[in-house]
């Protein structure tokens, strides 16, 4: 089917490529460890495919539990995960997790805002990750 | 007010470091930024304006033929610093929702740098896969 819309040209499909489904997730799951073992922030995420979805855990000074992330390829015709976004609602505060591979590596962007009254500044903070072994 | 439970380390003030009250100064996000690749297929500009309570990114999309430009209309963005403690703007989210596509706006500041993250899902049944796409800005 030749998508009828687009935004700009890069939502067309390059000639000879089509789309496969399901995404392929093979490049982003397992466990992935902060490189900084000082960090602040996110220590560690698990990536798991289940039923066909991906899902995250995130752990940093506390553990964030499990929500749903969404994988992302490089192009429309393509089918290799390559980034993947997840939201988690803690009330007060919120946190989109918005990541992609780099080679070997798995960059982590978070963006962080707050709804408690504290005062705090909304802010960025970006980690890298791997996988040991 | 008491901060309840930091679910990373960064997410708690420095020692006798007040609480800024949020972002106070757009001025290194603010500006019109020009991808570096003049033949993007991706974003070709941003307009970034507004003060942080009305803080908008206007995006223009690479056109086919390259002479013309998909204009994306403005949009709210949320404004974000380096740490909780800086009242300085220096990264931003926005989304975009053009209906048979989601966009999915985030980008921060390095070095005079915007680099811009999108996050596309498509909504339309075209069987597109949704895509990343990474691109760098300058002013």
């Known amino acids: 089917m030749e998508p009828s819309r687009i935004s700009r040209r890069r939502d067309l499909p390059e000639a000879g490529l089509r789309p496969l489904a399901p995404v392929d997730l093979a490049p982003l799951l397992g466990i992935w460890v902060n490189f900084d073992l000082k960090s602040r922030g996110i220590a560690r995420l698990e990536l798991e495919e289940r039923q066909g979805g991906l899902t995250v855990r995130v752990f940093g000074a506390a553990y964030w539990g499990e929500v749903p992330a969404f994988p992302f390829t490089d192009g429309v015709g393509l089918h290799a995960a390559v980034a993947f976004n997840a939201f988690y609602d803690f009330g007060g505060v919120r946190v989109t997790l918005a990541c992609y591979l780099n080679k070997r590596l798995l960059v982590v962007d978070a963006y962080t805002t707050f709804h408690d009254g504290s005062g705090r500044s909304p802010y960025f903070a970006r980690d890298h990750f791997y996988i040991p072994g | ?139």
């Open chain 2, 1 to 139: 007010m008491e901060v309840a439970t930091l679910m990373r380390a960064e997410e708690g003030l420095p020692e006798g470091v007040a609480p800024p009250g949020g972002i106070a100064d757009l001025s290194a996000l603010l500006g019109t930024w020009f991808n570096t690749d003049k033949n993007t297929g991706g974003v070709v500009r941003m307009v970034l304006a507004g003060m942080p309570a009305d803080f908008t990114v206007h995006a223009f999309g690479a056109g086919s033929p390259p002479s013309q430009e998909y204009d994306w209309g403005s949009t709210g963005a949320v404004a974000y610093a380096s740490g909780v403690a800086s009242p300085d703007g220096m990264a931003f989210s926005a989304t975009y929702d053009f209906g048979f596509v989601e966009t999915f706006l985030a980008a921060y500041t390095k070095s005079g740098i915007l680099v811009l993250d999108t996050f596309n899902v498509f909504k339309d049944g075209s069987g597109r896969s949704n895509y990343f796409s990474r691109e760098f800005f300058h002013r």
